[in-house]
């Protein structure tokens, strides 16, 4: 149905995280979304201000908002299942662009283009989000060790060690800079 794309936006709160983890707190795709969002802009204003960039921070806010928004339709398919093999990636890749056409089409058709490029994230803000991306999962581990779960010991080595292999100045220094507040607690802070 035209004009629904906004009411589909909204049931983003009822898509879990982390099926295949036990949680102490579920997480839902909006919470995610949002600091997906946070996290790509101070990654754009950090590469600006220390690397050299020319990001534009709320393009970067931009494409964090709707970077996963394909999973309204298809839901949140783990990573070790996502990327077990490039045969799948790649299907699963053309599964989320059809979502995305699905989405763009419950929009009236003059405002359709307007849209569009949310959901197409230009080459130079890839790594970007990527990044903002693999830091909130990371925060998701660290917040499920602060609980003492061990559930998300080995998602937090492997997200790490991701971000890490990315070697994106902006994402290490959030790492080295601001991370370790995420082990803190509300007193500390």
């Not at 936006?9 to 036990?22: A, E, F, Q």
């Not at 089409?105 to 903002?132: H, M, N, R, T």
């Not at 998602?155 to 971000?163: D, G, I, K, V």
Request: with cysteine; charged share 25%.
């Amino acid at each position: 149905m035209r004009n629904s794309f906004f009411a589909m936006l909204s049931r983003m709160k009822y898509i879990s995280r982390w099926g295949l983890m036990h949680s102490t707190r579920q997480e839902n795709l909006s919470e995610h979304t949002l600091e997906v969002a946070y996290l790509a802009h101070a990654l754009a204003v950090l590469g600006n201000r220390r690397f050299g960039r020319s990001y534009d921070p709320g393009r970067a806010v931009l494409y964090a908002l709707y970077h996963d928004c394909s999973e309204i339709l298809t839901g949140d398919l783990p990573t070790p299942v996502k990327y077990q093999n490039p045969q799948l990636r790649d299907a699963y890749k053309e599964v989320e662009a059809q979502a995305a056409r699905r989405l763009l089409e419950k929009l009236p058709e003059e405002l359709a283009g307007d849209f569009a490029p949310c959901f197409d994230i230009p080459a130079e803000y890839v790594p970007l989000v990527k990044a903002a991306d693999k830091l909130s999962a990371l925060a998701k581990c660290q917040e499920e060790k602060n609980a003492g779960s061990h559930e998300f010991d080995r998602a937090y080595e492997t997200t790490l060690a991701s971000l890490r292999e990315m070697d994106l100045p902006e994402a290490g220094a959030f790492l080295e800079e601001f991370f370790p507040a995420y082990r803190l607690t509300l007193d500390e802070l």
